[in-house]
């Protein structure tokens, strides 16, 4: 833990008291969005401290040209940017002619910032002392709206406290922004128009290279003590920059408020020629809804929301608020309403990692979408990769695999790998296997077989391929070998034979293998089209089983247990117990040269095998292989503890689990890694919710049937949450004493706990 300055709710993020140091922690941790934008908490009104600046819109990004000091064939030719979208949030404030500017405020009193997940808003107050002393109290209030997910409103109230003053507000749109991330401080917007009429303004911009248009738009409104005044504004147009101020003398006591609205139209939605005339479209709605009309809709929308993915947890509020803090961020970040898009690893939160899609969607994501919405969103979310299959073609192609063998991008924002780092790009190919794995965890989990003959199948031919060619035949070993990877452990490069890798190649070649035989068998002319299409014959299928029936597997017959790779045990190991916790986290205290030769684990490597595959090992295998590894991991990773947690708590470790839990479900509220001020980690909360819902609550599909071994932390008094399981709605409610079952829907359930089947009826309680 490295901060906790967080106040303890069930429901809300608090922030009492202004610190200047807390600012860039505290505008990725008061992030908001609606899956379609996003944007850093930053302040409305100016403001000349440290800050990192963000708004974001989904899908828009920039090739910024890759930057290696050594180039090597087959790097990518660029790293995708998150792109840093124009400013509409602006609201510059003065008072009788002085800026607020809380970096140089006299004195800065009873600061509060919440974000209300309840009902998605963030809110801020505080009494200020100018230097011209002159004191104000503030209260603002912000949210992007669900239901009109191009626009965002905000109001901001301010009353003179201990004087009359001239209060100027000015609103204003701004496309001269920078990047916080960027190789070469390239010029990534071009502004083509800045236009105005009455209280509206639009900014037509386009990305370079990537020539995406958008049109950013606001309208405001200004009124005094609740009553709307019609003043019209002055107006400053810029090459890239338009304001409008409204001028006010108001009177002690008095309040004087803006309500603005603003928001993007982009032409990945509408036609390029017509984002102003929508933006207006979408004003005119917003003007006739009101801020408090818009806000009453957002409550409505995060209520629909929660009532279905909520957690609740009992008698441990900062367990409680972790929870909801995850739900609530992944809801920010994706929704599921446009197929195109995807969970970036830092959402809308800032700028790190760049790219749109991790391996982290397939293995950690899918199991909260598919439980908590719909199904069709997982599955969006698999036909994601599927119309990048020809991307992943040519991405393998481009290393010298042929034959239709695909190899997906570590980074990728349109299916092209965009991930700069040698040992990522090059070698980090496990993430093939997550991708395999989604598509067999969807079909357990939803029953919907159908995506496999319609397009999964040909996905996991063109992995299988790459599998079949990236494995080598050695002599020494008589069985096939992976040589030259980094396996989830980024903490090892170039190794050889890394456990999990070579599993997962092995497991997505038999689970290819009988999709081939099912679909031959029962889908005949999905069969016959796939087979033409890939040019498939069954010699080339025998190669295939070849490789999966003799795949080699390190294993230290000392130890018993499986080897992360080949050369493990020569290395110094050293466990973190007796790591000086002064070299903590290693990653920012020790060289690359040093980590590499260290034994130190940054997550669940052979761990991530043993949870994917849990069923394919004995329980006492997972203790072995747990009780040998965790000791050497230091969950540099925030992908890390989820994984950690919910075999702690299969092993009925329920402190060790416990703890776990915490650090994944605070990971960013406490700053665990000392780096949340560049953002959030989005696709890891996933795995929190997973740490709940299959560590805690023990949930499993096992012979197409829901199964559940349910335990309780000591510290909590009881925690509840639904699933959604083949369009039946399941409450599961785990106290101390016993478990409670309620069904939603007309038809009887039976699934297993503890090992015996229980029949659930609908609307009965059901106590275990």
Request: aromatic content about 14%.
């Amino acid at each position: 833990m490295n901060q906790d300055y967080i106040q303890p709710n069930n429901w809300s993020i608090i922030e009492e008291g202004f610190n200047t140091e807390n600012v860039k922690s505290s505008e990725s941790l008061f992030s908001i969005g609606n899956g379609a934008m996003g944007q850093r908490a930053n302040f409305e009104e100016q403001y000349s401290g440290p800050t990192f600046q963000g708004s974001y819109i989904a899908g828009v990004y920039y090739p910024d040209k890759t930057r290696v000091g050594w180039w090597k064939n087959g790097y990518p030719e660029y790293f995708a940017k998150v792109l840093n979208a124009p400013s509409w949030i602006g609201i510059n404030v003065f008072v009788n002619g002085e800026a607020l500017d809380l970096f140089t405020c006299k004195k800065v009193e009873n600061f509060r910032r919440e974000l209300n997940m309840k009902e998605g808003w963030l809110s801020r107050s505080f009494l200020a002392t100018l230097q011209n002393n002159i004191e104000i109290e503030v209260k603002t209030k912000r949210f992007l709206s669900l239901d009109i997910d191009e626009v965002g409103a905000i109001q901001y109230q301010i009353t003179p406290k201990n004087s009359n003053a001239e209060i100027t507000f000015q609103p204003y749109l701004d496309s001269g922004i920078t990047n916080e991330d960027s190789n070469w401080d390239d010029k990534f917007w071009d502004t083509k128009n800045v236009s105005h009429e009455k209280n509206q303004a639009f900014i037509e911009a386009k990305t370079m290279k990537t020539n995406f248009h958008t049109c950013t738009f606001m309208e405001s409104s200004v009124f005094i003590n609740g009553e709307a005044v019609s003043n019209q504004p002055t107006t400053n147009s810029q090459v890239n920059y338009v304001s409008f101020s409204y001028k006010q003398a108001v009177s002690k006591g008095e309040t004087y408020a803006i309500h603005k609205f603003g928001g993007y139209t982009v032409d990945r939605n509408h036609d390029k020629a017509k984002l102003v005339s929508v933006a207006k479209a979408i004003l005119e709605k917003t003007s006739k809804l009101g801020f408090n009309g818009l806000l009453e809709m957002q409550k409505h929308a995060w209520a629909n929301i929660w009532n279905m993915s909520d957690i609740t947890i009992n008698g441990d509020v900062k367990a409680q608020q972790g929870i909801r803090f995850n739900i609530f961020q992944l809801n920010q970040t994706y929704l599921g309403k446009d197929s195109t898009l995807n969970i970036g690893p830092k959402g809308f939160t800032g700028e790190k990692y760049g790219g749109s899609t991790y391996w982290d969607t397939e293995a950690y994501c899918i199991p909260f979408y598919m439980a908590t919405k719909d199904q069709n969103v997982a599955r969006s979310l698999l036909e994601y990769r599927y119309n990048h299959l020809q991307k992943a073609i040519e991405n393998a192609e481009k290393l010298g695999f042929k034959n239709g063998a695909a190899l997906y991008p570590m980074v990728t924002m349109n299916g092209e790998e965009c991930h700069n780092e040698w040992e990522i790009t090059f070698e980090e190919i496990h993430r093939n296997g997550a991708i395999a794995f989604a598509i067999f965890n969807y079909y357990r989990y939803t029953g919907d077989y159908s995506y496999i003959p319609e397009k999964g199948l040909e996905v996991l031919i063109g992995i299988a391929r790459f599998w079949h060619q990236r494995s080598t035949f050695s002599t020494s070993k008589n069985k096939y070998v992976i040589l030259g990877v980094t396996g989830p452990n980024e903490y090892e490069n170039n190794v050889n034979n890394n456990f999990y890798t070579n599993y997962i190649a092995k497991w997505c070649i038999d689970y290819t293998l009988e999709n081939i035989d099912r679909i031959e068998s029962d889908y005949a002319s999905d069969y016959t089209r796939i087979m033409n299409k890939a040019k498939l014959s069954k010699t080339e299928l025998q190669q295939w089983k070849k490789v999966a029936d003799n795949m080699y597997f390190p294993y230290s017959e000392k130890h018993n247990v499986y080897l992360q790779q080949d050369g493990f045990l020569d290395k110094e190991l050293i466990t973190v117990a007796d790591l000086d916790k002064s070299q903590r986290p290693i990653n920012q205290k020790w060289s690359w040269d040093r980590i590499l030769r260290s034994p130190y684990i940054k997550q669940a490597d052979t761990l991530q095998g043993f949870y994917f595959f849990e069923d394919q090992f004995t329980t006492e295998e997972l203790e072995r292989h747990f009780d040998f590894y965790e000791p050497f991991t230091v969950h540099e990773s925030s992908l890390s503890p989820c994984v950690h947690s919910i075999q702690a708590a299969k092993l009925d470790r329920m402190e060790q689990a416990y703890t776990f839990y915490l650090r994944t479900s605070r990971l960013d509220l406490d700053d665990y890694n000392h780096e949340v001020e560049e953002g959030l980690h989005i696709t890891s909360m996933a795995g929190t919710w997973m740490s709940i819902v299959e560590g805690f609550g023990g949930m499993r599909v096992k012979n197409n049937s829901l199964s559940f071994e349910p335990k309780i932390p000591k510290q909590w008094e009881g925690y509840s949450f639904k699933v959604n399981f083949r369009n039946q709605i399941l409450k599961v409610n785990v106290c101390q004493k016993d478990t409670k079952f309620e069904l939603e829907g007309e038809a009887e359930l039976d699934i297993f706990v503890n090992g015996k089947k229980v029949t659930i009826s609908p609307n009965n309680l059901v106590t275990v």
